[in-house]
């Protein structure tokens, strides 16, 4: 007869942090190949590094001034009585150069997921290197910012395709920008390829699109930009964009071809650049 056991002590640990972060693009969960680290707010070279778990979240753990609380019980009762929560900066890097870094504000410990915006994961942007499908459309352009006479640094650039979808981007430190999309359904069909007789073949299929830019400068630009205030600048009036030297406009409507990528620029700048002028943050 096997001897019955006795549990003397059960302890738990609750994560201070969990973060799912997702491609902006495919909208796969992205685990492997991001550098996360969180410290108290101010204090860098107190830094934590995350693991990643089996489903992709990463997990912080072990950080300055919340090891008591990561032994708390962390059931309904713990969290609701939960008081002195301290602020951390989030900081993600991508070791793939896929994706643009960024940074984050969050009070800790955090239940569940972080939210950003009321959804359970963080955006990340793609960086204007990376590569990608060769069946994705691409949109690029350098955005240059006509008020600091400087890169339009960590911009968002919005594109509206036919049918109402859109898609958004980031620039870089330089202004550069890349978005990354799948094609609209081939002009004329309702289903997508293979087009209806009488339509364009694939090759010769072009698209109208509408694009915005939205930019509040910041002067010196941020090394790493905080994602809440780049996602704040949809809450602002469009920047304005320009066509040519003649004067700016809020939207463009360059024309996609199949196959090809679309470089959006300023009619006869000498840098090939786009010209943009924004509003101060």
């Not at 830094?47 to 997990?59: A, D, E, K, L, T």
């Not at 708390?72 to 870094?101: C, I, M, N, S």
């Not at 915006?117 to 069946?135: G, H, I, Y």
């Amino acid at each position: 007869m096997r001897p019955s056991s006795q549990v003397i002590d059960r302890v738990t640990r609750t994560a201070p942090l969990g973060v799912c972060f997702r491609d902006e693009v495919s909208g796969a969960v992205v685990g492997e190949g991001l550098a996360v680290s969180a410290y108290p707010q101010g204090q860098p070279s107190s830094r934590r590094s995350s693991v990643v778990n089996r489903s992709g979240i990463h997990v912080l753990m072990d950080l300055p001034g919340l090891r008591e609380l990561e032994f708390g019980a962390g059931d309904a009762a713990w969290w609701q009585g939960l008081t002195g929560r301290k602020r951390y900066t989030v900081e993600v890097r991508d070791e793939q150069h896929r994706f643009l870094p960024l940074s984050f504000q969050v009070d800790l410990p955090h239940r569940g997921l972080f939210q950003l915006d009321q959804r359970p994961f963080v955006p990340l942007f793609s960086a204007p290197a990376r590569q990608v499908e060769s069946t994705l459309a691409v949109v690029r352009a350098e955005l240059w910012d006509t008020q600091a006479k400087a890169p339009a640094a960590w911009a968002l650039v919005q594109a509206t395709l036919p049918g109402g979808r859109q898609v958004r981007g980031v620039a870089d430190e330089e202004g550069r920008v890349a978005l990354f999309f799948q094609y609209p359904a081939p002009v004329d069909s309702p289903t997508g390829p293979p087009p209806p007789s009488g339509s364009p073949p694939l090759l010769e299929q072009q698209w109208t699109l509408r694009l915005r830019a939205f930019h509040a400068h910041r002067a010196p630009g941020p090394e790493l930009p905080d994602l809440r205030d780049t996602l704040r600048q949809l809450d602002s009036a469009p920047a304005r964009l320009w066509p040519n030297l003649d004067g700016p406009q809020e939207l463009l409507e360059p024309t996609l071809l199949y196959g090809r990528e679309l470089v959006v620029r300023t009619e006869g700048e000498p840098r090939s650049r786009l010209r943009l002028t924004g509003s101060p943050l």
